[in-house]
């Protein structure tokens, strides 16, 4: 699929998945373009847990209890590397993390898989993290930020309409 053919198409699907098992080498290429994201300072704080195994997927599908995560025959977890930086303490992982999430969900799109990002679900909840971090083995220092489906869906989807571009998009004056 073209970048921009994927970019239109990528929604965020939030039913079942069929049980078609998705090729190893497709979810490499899929985590490829997550590390290819943007880093600041290029610091790569983003990293990455795919999940095949359908007994821990069950078992991570307990911890989010999310249709999606327990249907899909793979599960992508998104996993940053807590830090912080200078006497202000800035923080660039989440940066870090979302240009991984989003190159990560255009690349599941284009293979011509659905996904959705559970991140509220997933890191805002420091119980569900605990429970991850010792089902999976996540060292002290990092944190699973969200846990990416994958598959494909049982049914079809499409993104929902957006805003016209021109109500979000102005040049040279903004008003």
């Given at each position: 699929?073209?970048?921009?053919?994927?970019?239109?198409?990528?929604?965020?699907?939030?039913?079942?998945?069929?049980?078609?098992?998705?090729?190893?080498?497709?979810?490499i290429k899929i985590v490829?373009?997550?590390?290819?994201?943007?880093?600041?300072?290029?610091?790569?704080?983003?990293?990455?847990?795919?999940?095949?195994?359908?007994?821990?997927?069950?078992?991570?599908?307990?911890?989010?209890?999310?249709?999606?995560?327990?249907?899909?025959?793979?599960?992508?977890?998104?996993?940053?590397?807590?830090?912080?930086?200078?006497?202000?303490?800035?923080?660039?992982?989440?940066?870090?993390?979302?240009?991984?999430?989003?190159?990560?969900?255009?690349?599941?799109?284009?293979?011509?898989?659905?996904?959705?990002?559970?991140?509220?679900?997933?890191?805002?909840?420091?119980?569900?993290?605990?429970?991850?971090?010792?089902?999976?083995?996540?060292?002290?220092?990092?944190?699973?930020?969200a846990v990416l489906p994958?598959?494909?869906?049982?049914?079809?989807?499409?993104?929902?309409?957006?805003?016209?571009?021109?109500?979000?998009?102005?040049?040279?004056?903004?008003?």
């Amino acid at each position: 699929m073209e970048f921009f053919e994927a970019v239109t198409k990528r929604y965020s699907y939030r039913g079942e998945f069929t049980n078609a098992p998705v090729p190893r080498e497709d979810l490499i290429k899929i985590v490829t373009a997550g590390i290819h994201a943007p880093s600041a300072g290029n610091m790569q704080t983003q990293s990455f847990l795919i999940v095949t195994d359908a007994g821990v997927r069950a078992k991570i599908a307990e911890i989010i209890p999310h249709r999606g995560v327990s249907s899909a025959p793979a599960l992508i977890l998104l996993v940053s590397q807590v830090q912080e930086l200078g006497p202000t303490k800035v923080t660039f992982e989440l940066k870090d993390y979302g240009a991984a999430a989003e190159n990560v969900l255009l690349a599941i799109a284009a293979l011509g898989y659905a996904s959705v990002w559970t991140d509220g679900q997933t890191s805002m909840n420091p119980v569900l993290q605990e429970k991850l971090a010792a089902l999976l083995g996540i060292p002290e220092g990092r944190v699973v930020r969200a846990v990416l489906p994958v598959g494909v869906p049982a049914a079809p989807g499409q993104q929902p309409p957006r805003k016209p571009f021109d109500e979000l998009v102005k040049f040279e004056k903004y008003s």
